[in-house]
Structures are given as C-alpha cells and as structure tokens.
C-alpha cells in the first residue's frame, strides 16, 4: 500500500513511518523543510514537499495515495491563538481530506485524543463519540470535538475513516516535549513532585511504538467511522506517577491542596488538566484490530534512563 504520512518527523510519526515500511508498505511524507525532508528519507520515506496550508496540495497527496495517516498539526499556530487556533485549523484539512478520497474507501487515519471522563463515572471506551464536553471542557476539546465528528462522518462519503485516540501520556526514548518531561522539569525546578490533592485522579500512558502499531492496524484492516484507543496503561493514579518521579530524582513527592493548583502555582499552565482523570478502556482495539501492547509500560520505560540520564 502507498501511504501518505502527515506529522511523519513529531513523535509519533517517527514510529509510524519505520512502522510502516517494515510490514512492505510504501511511504510519501510531508515536509515543510530541508531538515525535516533529510529526517524522513533517512527513515526510508519518499518526501513531498508542501504544508498544511496548502489545501490543494493535500488533496492530490491523499488522491495518489491508497491511503492517509494524519498526525500532524499547525504548530506555527501556537504563539498567536494557542491549542484552540491549532486545532480549528485541523477542520478544513479533514474536509479537503474528504473531498479527495470521497468514494473510494480508501483508509484515511486521524490522530485524535482521549478526554476526560470523570462525568461519565467509567472508562472512556472506544465506542463514546468524540471528546465528551461540559463546563468544565470548554475551547480545544470542543474544536477536537469538532474534528474528530468530521473524521468519523466522511465514513458516510465513502471514505474508510477513522480516529486513533492517543494515550494523555504517550512515552518513548524520544518523549522530549510531553507531560511526562513537563512534570519532570517542574520538579526539579520546585525541589519536590506534586500532585493535585490527594492525587486518585487518573491518568492513561502508551509507549509510542504501540501507538505506531495501532496506526498500521487501522490503516490495513480497520473498519470505516470507528475510534481507537492507543492506550496501554488504563489507568494510573497521579500520585503513583509522581511517587515514581520521585523516588528515580530523590525528591519528596507532595500533595498540592487544590486552591493553590491555579497560576502562578505549582502546576502553572498545566493546572487546568492535571486535576482532570482519563481513565480508558483498549479492549474493542485489541478485539477488533488483535492488537497487543507489547513495549514497556510507563514504569518500566522510566527505569530505561532516557528520562533520567545519570551524569553531568
């Protein structure tokens, strides 16, 4: 199969496109630079040249291909309107996406995330529809919302579509970026690794390369208009998280009473999520696609050193 790759240098497309080509498929991959172009082709991917702006350019990738991964995103974005501009500008990208697959039943395959669902008193599943928003979700989880819906309805336009919703910590070697370092370098900036309250909340965890495999199932055999959960760890309590941050940095970890968790915190920007709990379930992924994660889960990836390198 000829896959077109958006998003193939970022973390989990790193994963996807080695993924890929090992299980004999050809890979064409976005670039908007010469650095990001030598990275893909040292991965072994062809590369197109072109950005997310260019609607039309998107287009005749997705048409020549025999199907799409999409998990890039208009980083550029962040500075001027935050996750909320980012993710509105992924809605016209799904349209065009739409327009140039409509009929065929070709894959086409969407990152996506998982919400909270603390409101739904369970495990988020693979069948709940998009990110379930109420008061307290409000702005980037009611545009992904958006999103995602557009994704799973092209399934009516005869395009073979699909979600993969990526666990809220997705953690590798090459993790640099995502909450996990987030929490990481706030402890070592306070001296001690908080949690908020009495830290029951939960949180989700994939290693990345078992996101790349979720994406290669969807793709060659998924069903239309379904989401898919790259979830390995369902659920684990914050304060273990940050017990675990502790004990590998020698620094105490500490509850943070809940009126102290706003700016200028402990937390900081990330005080408005890390209250939140994502519990989810894998059992239709696994059923549905006969998907396994097999790579280390989040405890065992943290003993592996690379997210607490020992020397100078």
């Not at 199969?1 to 790759?5: D, G, N």
């Not at 914050?238 to 009473?257: C, N, T, Y």
């Given at each position: 199969?000829?896959?077109?790759?958006t998003g193939g240098t970022g973390h989990s497309g790193s994963y996807i496109i080695p993924e890929l080509i090992a299980a004999g498929h050809e890979v064409?991959?976005?670039?908007?630079?010469?650095?990001?172009?030598?990275?893909?082709?040292?991965?072994?991917a062809k590369v197109r040249r072109g950005d997310l702006e260019d609607l039309d350019g998107l287009m005749e990738a997705a048409a020549e291909s025999d199907g799409v991964i999409h998990v890039a995103h208009r980083q550029d974005l962040l500075p001027f309107g935050g996750m909320d501009a980012v993710a509105a500008a992924e809605l016209p990208i799904m349209l065009a996406y739409g327009e140039a697959l409509a009929g065929t039943q070709k894959p086409l395959v969407v990152a996506g995330s998982i919400g909270s669902s603390g409101q739904l008193g369970?495990?988020?599943?693979?069948?709940?529809?998009?990110?379930?928003v109420g008061d307290e979700h409000k702005g980037t989880l009611q545009v992904?919302?958006?999103?995602?819906?557009?994704?799973?309805?092209?399934?009516?336009?005869?395009?073979?579509?699909?979600?993969?919703?990526?666990?809220?910590?997705?953690h590798s070697a090459t993790d640099r970026a995502g909450f996990l370092p987030s929490l990481i370098a706030?402890?070592?900036?306070?001296?001690?690794?908080?949690?908020?309250?009495d830290g029951t909340n939960v949180w989700n965890a994939v290693h990345v390369r078992d996101v790349a495999s979720v994406f290669r199932l969807a793709l060659e055999q998924g069903p239309a208009g379904k989401h898919w959960h790259a979830v390995g760890d369902e659920g684990i309590?914050?304060?273990?998280?940050?017990?675990?941050?502790?004990?590998?940095?020698?620094?105490?970890?500490?509850?943070?009473?809940?009126?102290?968790?706003?700016?200028?915190?402990?937390?900081?920007?990330?005080a408005n999520i890390v209250t939140q709990s994502y519990p989810a379930s894998n059992l239709i992924t696994r059923q549905a696609l006969g998907w396994e994660p097999t790579r280390p889960g989040l405890f065992a990836d943290m003993d592996n050193g690379h997210y607490f390198p020992v020397g100078p």
């Open positions: 199969m000829h896959v077109f790759v064409t991959a976005l670039a908007r630079s010469d650095t990001a172009a030598a990275t893909l082709s040292a991965n072994g369970r495990p988020a599943t693979e069948e709940d529809p998009a990110l379930p992904r919302n958006v999103v995602e819906t557009a994704v799973i309805d092209l399934a009516g336009r005869g395009v073979r579509s699909s979600v993969v919703r990526i666990a809220n910590i997705a706030l402890a070592k900036e306070k001296g001690v690794v908080g949690y908020p309250g309590p914050l304060r273990e998280i940050a017990e675990a941050i502790g004990s590998r940095l020698d620094l105490p970890a500490v509850s943070i009473p809940m009126d102290e968790l706003m700016l200028p915190g402990y937390f900081g920007f990330l």
